[in-house]
C-alpha cells in the first residue's frame, strides 16, 4: 500500500493503473468503475487520466461516510 507521502511525490493527474494501485484495486476494475463514474476522471484525447486532487478528495469523502455510517463510538477507536 502507498503511504500519504508516496501518493503526494506523484504527478497531478494519474493513470488509471496508477489510481488502481493506490485504491488496491485490479486494473479491469478500476476501468469499470471510471466507466460507471465511480472513480473521478477526466478524458483527454485518447487518455483518460484521475485528477489526485479529486482521488483524495473522494477517498476522504469515502472515509467520513464510513465514520458517519458506524457511529461515533467506532470514530474513537
Do not use: C, H
Amino acid at each position: 500500500m502507498l503511504t500519504e507521502r508516496e501518493i503526494e511525490s506523484m504527478p497531478a493527474f494519474l493513470t488509471v493503473e496508477e489510481a488502481a494501485e493506490i485504491l488496491r484495486l485490479k486494473r479491469s476494475t478500476a476501468y469499470e468503475y471510471v466507466r460507471q463514474g465511480i472513480i473521478p476522471s477526466i478524458r483527454l484525447g485518447s487518455f483518460i487520466r484521475v485528477p489526485k486532487a479529486r482521488l483524495v478528495e473522494w477517498m476522504k469523502a469515502d472515509r467520513q461516510e464510513d465514520v458517519q455510517e458506524t457511529g461515533e463510538r467506532t470514530a474513537k477507536l
